[in-house]
């Protein structure tokens, strides 16, 4: 299943590729092989790229209509390349074969939404007459593109999340510069391939790679970019906010997911899905399911349902369509994961199942008898492991699962409706998802987070409106 021929990807600026001096090469996250060698930009490269994109969005090349009637057909096309963007992905990220393709069709409805929103940028008319002195005045407001887009995107979900910038950016009317993952640009070019192969024009599409840091300081610097988007840590996150000056910004940064298990709950249905989603895409997911807090009269049981599902779940080969879990991006991260693991047993928790690293694979692990303060409980793991935490009444559970610097979402299992509207309203998250885990995301919904988790919201229609501008237009009658 594997593709074996290495690949060779240079900069896209203005519908053609730019070769640089310095590579970097993209391995294969299980078998440790270079599959592609991609460029090294230069800060030439990042200037001449947003000014491709500047150009490209004042000729205003592609009308509303266009813009659906490309990224419609972009969704089409990808889902006809499903298994191709598939295996690069198994390849770039490590994520199961089966992880892979529910990428795949998560973005060809992002692509699909995106370009119906297309066709629905509207603002409203004002009764300005019913203000006193403007008796003789009419009101309306429109939405105009910002211009030029700088996206950044993470390894975990390269296509998806990639998607989730460049196809609203596109269906507002802006154009794009975009520094994918060093780690995982494959995805990237595929997309780019697919929306030239639809019809967009040159330029409007612009992929940089490279250091992260110097193409975002890079990025940073250029006033001719109008916004970012970015999803990432918290820690750059921030940079990016306090760099960025007035231009606007959308944040989407880490978490340390709180799920809560209530005592009237179906706690096998609970369990088994705490275990696939505190595991899918080896737990490296901002919303992946971390701190479990289970009600103490259904503890035991909900424990040994948790550990009999996560023991169950296959590891290994990533190609091998029974796998659940495949390797983490790099041994670095795994062999973090596995330090922050080693040293909360040592501060007294208790190791229910995993705590095994193999090479970058880390196997799900589930730790008991933990505290606050702890990495793992405080912190993001961003890795297949789940801390279970007991709790005395639902207002201990909210109390807890609030005690963080993230705030992105949460998930509850109840079958008491007060109980459930009274954690919407208290939880201090983005989302609160009720008899499902936190790691629930519909690609339609409004997704983004509080506190440290960041700011503005993800999903084609929401994100459309951070990319425009709010004008005002008033007639003198």
Same mark, same amino acid.
């Given at each position: ?16 590729? /730019?070769?640089?001096?310095?590579k970097?090469?993209?391995?294969? &996250? ?21 000014? /491709? ?6 000729? +205003? ?16 096309? @990808? ?13 770039? /990220?490590g ?23 297309a ?8 009764? @300005? ?7 003789n ?9 910002? #211009? ?9 979900f ?17 154009? /794009?510069?975009? +520094? ?5 640009? $494959? ?7 697919? $929306? ?19 193409m ?7 006033? %001719?970019?109008?916004? *970012? ?11 990016? &906010? ?8 959308? @944040?989407? $940064?880490?978490?340390?997911?709180p799920?809560?298990?209530?005592? =009237? ?9 705490c275990?696939? %989603? ?15 807090y289970?009600? %103490?009269?259904?503890?035991? @049981? ?23 879990i495949?390797?983490m ?12 693991? %080693?040293?909360a ?5 208790? $190791? ?18 933990? &505290?606050?303060e ?18 005395? =009444?639902? =207002? ?10 993230? #705030? ?31 790691? *629930? ?7 983004g ?9 993800? #999903? ?10 709010? &004008? ?6």
């Amino acid at each position: 299943m594997k593709l074996s021929e290495v690949k060779k990807y240079d900069l896209l600026i203005n519908g053609q590729f /730019v070769e640089t001096e310095e590579k970097i090469s993209v391995y294969d &996250k299980f078998t440790g092989e270079i599959v592609a060698i991609t460029a090294k930009a230069t800060k030439d490269h990042v200037f001449e790229a947003v000014g /491709v994109a500047e150009s490209a969005f004042r000729r +205003k090349e592609i009308s509303p209509f266009q813009r659906y009637e490309i990224l419609e057909r972009s969704s089409r096309i @990808l889902a006809e390349r499903k298994e191709e963007m598939a295996l690069a992905l198994v390849q770039e /990220v490590g994520k199961t074969i089966k992880d892979a393709r529910g990428e795949v069709d998560r973005a060809v409805q992002t692509l699909l939404l995106s370009a119906e929103e297309a066709k629905r940028i509207y603002g409203e008319v004002l009764p @300005l007459s019913a203000s006193p002195g403007s008796e003789n005045r009419m009101c309306y407001t429109v939405r105009i593109p910002i #211009g030029v887009i700088g996206a950044i995107t993470p390894f975990n979900f390269p296509l998806n999340l990639a998607a989730h910038k460049v196809a609203p950016a596109l269906a507002a009317g802006n154009t /794009v510069v975009l +520094k994918p993952a060093s780690a995982t640009p $494959l995805s990237a070019f595929l997309l780019a391939e697919i $929306l030239t192969e639809a019809g967009l024009p040159p330029g409007h599409l612009n992929i940089i790679t490279g250091s992260g840091s110097q193409m975002g300081d890079w990025l940073l610097e250029d006033k %001719r970019i109008g916004k *970012y988007t970015f999803t990432g840590s918290a820690e750059v996150g921030e940079y990016i &906010k306090a760099k960025s000056g007035l231009r606007r910004v959308s @944040l989407e $940064l880490g978490n340390n997911s709180p799920n809560i298990v209530h005592e =009237d709950a179906d706690i096998i249905e609970a369990a088994k899905l705490c275990a696939l %989603r505190g595991f899918s895409t080896a737990g490296q997911a901002c919303i992946s399911v971390q701190r479990i807090y289970v009600a %103490r009269p259904v503890l035991t @049981l909900f424990l040994n349902e948790l550990k009999t599902f996560t023991e169950g779940l296959i590891v290994g080969n990533p190609y091998d369509e029974r796998t659940d879990i495949g390797p983490m991006i790099n041994v670095k991260e795994a062999t973090r994961v596995e330090n922050w693991v %080693r040293e909360a047993v040592e501060q007294g928790a208790k $190791l229910i199942a995993g705590g095994k690293r193999e090479g970058a694979i880390f196997y799900p692990t589930i730790l008991t008898d933990v &505290k606050p303060e702890m990495k793992v409980v405080c912190q993001e793991v961003f890795g297949p492991v789940v801390t279970v935490i007991p709790y005395n =009444d639902i =207002d201990e559970a909210i109390d807890m699962a609030n005690d963080t610097e993230y #705030g992105l979402q949460a998930g509850i299992f109840t079958n008491n409706l007060n109980i459930a509207m009274k954690a919407t309203q208290q939880l201090h998250m983005g989302g609160v998802i009720v008899n499902d885990t936190s790691t *629930y995301r519909a690609d339609l919904m409004p997704y983004g987070g509080v506190k440290n988790s960041g700011i503005g919201r993800e #999903g084609p229609r929401y994100a459309i409106e951070d990319m425009t501008e709010l &004008k005002v237009v008033v007639f003198n009658l």
